[in-house]
């Protein structure tokens, strides 16, 4: 949802791509906000990362496989 449909809206009703991935990482962040103020940075960065990777890549396959690795690797280290 947020580096496919919200990246390309955001983008597209900003004007900017820049705007939509910084756009879309923040509102990432922001949907993680019960998990603390340090989590919803952290996780802002991670989603404005994505979205440059989804971006430049055009898939969405390596940022899927990316938090899927760290959801699992999470989930493993802090059971």
């Known amino acids: 949802m947020y580096r496919g449909y919200l990246l390309v809206q955001l983008g597209a009703f900003s004007r900017s791509v820049i705007a939509g991935v910084v756009l879309q990482g923040v509102l990432f962040g922001l949907a ?3 998990q603390g103020f340090a989590a919803v ?3 802002t960065l991670y989603g404005i990362g994505f979205g440059v990777v989804a971006r430049t890549r055009r898939s969405l396959l390596p940022t899927i496989l990316t938090h899927a ?4 690797s999470s989930g493993l280290l802090h059971g």
């Open 32 to 34: 993680h906000a019960d």
């Open 41 to 43: 940075v952290r996780l």
């Open 69 to 72: 690795a760290i959801d699992l």
